[in-house]
């Protein structure tokens, strides 16, 4: 009887010093567009990153807990799968349209990739993470 009360109060405790924030449901978009911008999915204001790819524990501003992300490699597929779609369409519009030479095509179309790949990287990591944070993956949703 005591462990069936237990968790009751502790779930019904924990519900009232955080009315509905982390039993409802998040709003997805808002969150992605946040983690895009790299700042935290919940407040919006606090960097997530504070190195090219390193993920803060938590968010200087709002305090949330931003340990439990797992981007993995995410990022790296899904910048691959963006720059490729992109890139490749140009170089064979360039090419057939201009013929440039195969050496000015080359390093065009490199400086262009590794450019784009530099720029897309930590933002659709930050993505990732605001896709986690909003579909409460990875124990975002856990009360502590």
């Known amino acids: 009887m005591t462990t069936t009360d237990h ?5 019904a405790a924990s519900h009232a010093t955080t009315p509905g924030e982390d039993t409802a449901e998040r709003a997805l978009w808002p969150a992605v567009f946040r983690g ?10 606090g960097p997530i990153l504070k190195s090219y790819l390193k993920l803060r524990q938590t968010c200087p501003v709002c305090r949330e807990d931003l340990s439990h992300a797992r981007a993995d490699d995410g990022p790296a597929y899904l910048t691959i ?3 490729g779609h992109l890139m ?11 013929r440039p030479d195969p050496l000015v095509l080359f390093t ?3 400086i262009g990739c590794v450019t784009l790949s530099l720029y897309l990287l930590p933002r659709l ?3 990732i993470v605001g896709f986690q944070w909003a579909r409460q993956m990875h124990g975002f ?4």
């Open 125 to 127: 990591k930050g993505a």
């Open 36 to 45: 895009f911008r790299r700042t935290c999915p919940n407040c919006g204001s």
């Open 108 to 110: 065009i179309f490199a």
């Open 7 to 11: 968790p009751t109060q502790s779930s």
């Open 88 to 98: 490749a369409p140009l170089l064979h519009i360039t090419f057939t349209t201009w």
């Open 81 to 83: 799968l963006f720059v």
């Open 141 to 144: 949703g856990d009360e502590t």
